[in-house]
């Protein structure tokens, strides 16, 4: 390696690593406090992945400061599995199928949800968010409410849920943004009593434009650079919604009598402040069942994991599956959880 091409690469490999060590530590900073260290942690699938490449090269030709670049992709593996890729040896036991599914927003290529397919997963509680009369989902309300016990099916509550087993408390977490909030029930299965929280954070509703700005060749345009503002105004003001309903919502389910299950479309990825703050004292079940790719956006945008599902001790995900059908722009999750 000529020594010019072995300090752009040096310099190249550094500045891609002090950018990967700020992205894993972005979800440390709350966006009320400062809010453009948001954008970093959009970031951290891609910056991973560029430094591993970036690493790879450097032991290849025998650069030893590549190995800086190791160190680093091994501290934030953890994170990286979570947003990216897992690899699991669940232990394949059945429990407590839970489905959870954001069915509202859908594109054209979508096909329409068939209730034969929620019938055939034959999940023990479905968690849908986004549901409301022109929700495609809507048209077999009545096939599920013959099955299942629900929670209170008004025209406001966009996150039901229907349970197989009985539901003896719940309530709701309304937020500033209308369509987005969270249902909460106190689920007794068998001699024990669990509480779910199906959930649907403020959604940043940036994405049309996002891709429209992608496909723009022509920066020097005036109306480019608007249209750039209005997405960074647009997603501030989600983001400081979603990190204040976060925190309504972390302080509610310190309250909880019971274990904990936390479901739903957090509109952020777990390199995000409002995922980990979500996260603290919980446990991810695609950590700990999940296996391949952990995206659950089925938009154009990649790599998009934002639907979870989180829960406490003494239960445990045994099995976490990504439904990759195309009924809306997100992708059904569905997960075994025991009670131990």
């Given at each position: 390696m000529s020594k010019p091409f072995q300090r752009i690469f040096n310099a190249g490999s550094i500045l891609a690593g002090l950018f990967l060590l700020a992205s894993w530590w972005s979800p440390r900073i709350d966006p009320r406090q400062f809010w453009p260290a948001a954008f970093l942690g959009l970031v951290f699938p891609y910056l991973y992945l560029t430094c591993l490449i970036l690493a790879g090269l450097g032991l290849l030709w025998k650069q030893h400061k590549a190995w800086l670049l190791v160190l680093l992709l091994l501290l934030s593996a953890g994170l990286f599995r979570k947003s990216f890729f897992n690899f699991s040896f669940p232990p394949g036991e059945e429990g407590i199928r839970l489905l959870t599914h954001n069915i509202g927003s859908s594109f054209k290529s979508n096909r329409a949800p068939e209730w034969a397919f929620y019938h055939r997963l034959n999940p023990d509680i479905l968690c849908f968010q986004e549901w409301h009369r022109k929700s495609p989902a809507f048209r077999f309300r009545d096939s599920l409410i013959k099955k299942y016990k629900h929670t209170q099916l008004t025209g406001t509550n966009f996150w039901p849920i229907f349970s197989r087993w009985p539901i003896i408390r719940e309530g709701e977490l309304k937020s500033k943004a209308l369509g987005n909030g969270c249902t909460w029930a106190d689920i007794v299965y068998q001699k024990d009593t669990f509480r779910l929280y199906n959930v649907h954070l403020v959604s940043n509703k940036i994405s049309d434009q996002t891709e429209q700005l992608l496909q723009t060749r022509d920066l020097t345009d005036r109306s480019t650079w608007q249209k750039?503002?209005?997405?960074?105004?647009?997603?501030?003001?989600?983001?400081?919604?979603?990190?204040?309903?976060?925190?309504?919502?972390?302080?509610?389910m310190r309250?909880?009598?019971?274990?904990?299950?936390?479901?739903?479309?957090?509109?952020?990825?777990?390199?995000?402040?409002?995922?980990?703050?979500?996260?603290?004292?919980?446990?991810?079940?695609?950590?700990?069942?999940?296996?391949?790719l952990a995206y659950t956006y089925a938009g154009k945008l990649p790599f998009l994991h934002i639907d979870n599902i989180l829960i406490s001790k003494p239960l445990q995900v045994n099995r976490v599956e990504i439904q990759r059908v195309r009924y809306s722009d997100h992708f059904p999750v569905l997960a075994e959880i025991q009670i131990h």
């Open positions: 750039v503002k209005n997405v960074l105004r647009r997603y501030k003001r989600s983001l400081l919604l979603r990190a204040d309903q976060a925190a309504e919502l972390k302080k509610h309250q909880s009598p019971h274990p904990l299950v936390l479901a739903g479309d957090f509109n952020d990825i777990p390199a995000s402040y409002v995922y980990r703050l979500l996260h603290e004292d919980l446990m991810d079940g695609f950590l700990q069942g999940g296996n391949g």
